[in-house]
C-alpha cells in the first residue's frame, strides 16, 4: 500500500512538473511582449494623405489598439501617401523594423494587384504580410457630379467624362481602368491625387466629373451632404450585391455581357472583402505577431472603439487577420484562364 501511495504522489507530482512546464514558456512569451511594448511607441503607417477614409479609419485604430496590447504601447499614425499607398505598403514590407513596433495599412485591393500583373512598383508578396485584419468590408461606387450629365450606365458608356484617381493600385485606378478597357467606355481617366478627399475637391472644381472606386462608406458619411443634396449621382455599383439604400443602382455584374466577364469581375470586387486592412511587416517573431492580431481582434469589440465610430458614422464589419490570409489564398487559387484574362484587361489598361 506504501509503495502504491508513493507511485501516486510522483506520478501527481510528474503530472505538475509537465504542466508547469507547458505553462511556463507560454507565460514567459507574454511576459516577454508585455516587456518589449511597456513604454514604447508604435508607429502605425497609413498610406494615404490626411482627410480620407483610410486616414481616419487608421486614426480611429490609432486611439484605441494600444490598450490590448501587451504593455499597452503608445500608437502614433504617421501619413506615408503615395502611388495608391503602394510606397506604404513596400516600406512596411521591406524597410519597417521587423520587430512589432511598426505596423500600418494601404489600399484594400493591394493583395490582388500582383497576381493581375499589376505589380511593376510592388516590392512586395502580400501572403508574406502579417494579416492582422480589416476593420470593415465594403463597396464602391461610380459617382459622378450631377452637372456632368453622366446619370446611367448608358451614360457611362457614350458620353465623354473625366474620372479622378489617386494612382495605381487603388481601387480608384483599378476600376476605372478595367471598366474603361472591358467596356471600351470613353472614359478619360486623370491620376495623382492623393487621397479621396483631394479627388472630391477636384469633383467639386470641376476639374474631373466623378469617381470610380469611390468608397461607399466613405461617401456616405464624410461625404454624404453632397449625396442628399443630389450633387452627386450614384450610377455603378462595383460589387456582386446592391445595398439597400442604392436599390435601384446596378451593380458590375448586373452589366456584365457574358460569363467570361462575370468571372472576371467577381474577381476583382473581391478585393473589398478587406476594405480597410492593416498589416504587420513580414517576419515578426510570431508571439508579436499574435499578440498584434489579438489586440487588433479585441479593439473590434471594444465598446469604446465602437463608440467612436458611431460617432463618426465610420462602418466597423471587421475581418479577422486568419480570415484575410484564407481570402488571399482563394484568390490566389482562381482558374488561371480567368486570372490571365483579367490581368490582360488590367495591362492594356494601363
Known amino acids: 500500500m506504501v509503495e502504491s501511495r508513493a507511485v501516486f504522489s510522483f506520478t501527481i507530482l510528474a503530472m505538475a512538473a509537465s504542466a508547469a512546464a ?10 516577454d511582449v508585455s516587456d518589449f ?26 486611439r484605441h489598439i494600444g490598450r490590448h496590447i501587451p504593455g499597452h504601447p503608445t500608437v502614433v499614425v504617421q501619413n506615408m501617401p503615395g502611388a495608391g499607398s503602394i510606397r506604404a505598403a513596400n516600406y512596411l514590407y521591406n524597410v519597417a523594423p521587423k520587430d512589432g513596433a511598426v505596423f500600418g495599412g494601404f489600399a ?40 456632368a450629365g453622366i446619370n446611367s450606365w448608358a451614360d457611362m458608356q457614350t458620353k ?11 481601387d480608384s485606378d483599378v476600376f476605372s481602368n478595367l471598366l474603361r478597357k472591358m467596356f471600351n467606355l470613353p472614359m478619360q481617366l486623370v ?50 450585391r446592391r445595398l439597400p439604400e442604392l436599390a435601384e443602382v446596378p451593380t458590375v455584374l448586373d452589366v456584365a455581357g457574358s ?21 504587420a511587416p513580414p517576419g515578426l517573431p510570431p508571439e508579436r505577431l499574435a499578440a498584434l492580431r489579438s489586440a487588433f481582434d479585441a479593439t473590434m469589440e471594444d465598446p469604446e472603439f465602437l463608440a467612436d465610430a458611431s460617432r463618426q458614422g465610420l462602418d466597423v ?17 482562381t482558374a488561371p484562364d480567368v486570372v490571365r484574362r483579367a490581368a490582360e484587361y488590367m495591362k492594356e489598361a494601363q
Open 108 to 147: 484594400r485591393g493591394i493583395f490582388l494587384d500582383p497576381l493581375l500583373g499589376r505589380a511593376e512598383a510592388m516590392r512586395f508578396t502580400p501572403a508574406k504580410f502579417g494579416w492582422l485584419g480589416s476593420v470593415s468590408n465594403d463597396i464602391g461606387v461610380c459617382a459622378f457630379r450631377s452637372e
Open 317 to 333: 464589419r471587421p475581418v479577422t487577420g486568419a480570415e484575410a490570409d484564407a481570402l488571399i489564398a482563394k484568390v490566389y487559387a
Open 191 to 240: 491620376l495623382g491625387y492623393q487621397s479621396a478627399a483631394e479627388t472630391v475637391l477636384a469633383i467639386q472644381r470641376k476639374e474631373v466629373d466623378g469617381r470610380c472606386g469611390w468608397s461607399w462608406s466613405t461617401l456616405s458619411t464624410r461625404n454624404r451632404d453632397l449625396w442628399l443634396s443630389k450633387q452627386i449621382h450614384v450610377v455603378l455599383q462595383l460589387s456582386d
Open 259 to 279: 460569363a467570361e466577364q462575370r468571372a472576371i469581375l467577381q474577381l476583382i470586387v473581391a478585393r473589398q472583402t478587406m476594405a480597410r486592412p492593416f498589416v
Open 160 to 170: 465623354r467624362y473625366k474620372i479622378g484617381a489617386t494612382g495605381a493600385g487603388a
Open 22 to 31: 507547458a505553462f511556463a514558456p507560454v507565460s514567459a512569451r507574454c511576459d
Open 37 to 62: 511594448y511597456a513604454g514604447r511607441t508604435v508607429q502605425l503607417v497609413i498610406g494615404y494623405a490626411t482627410g480620407g477614409g483610410y486616414d481616419d479609419y487608421a486614426r480611429m485604430l490609432g
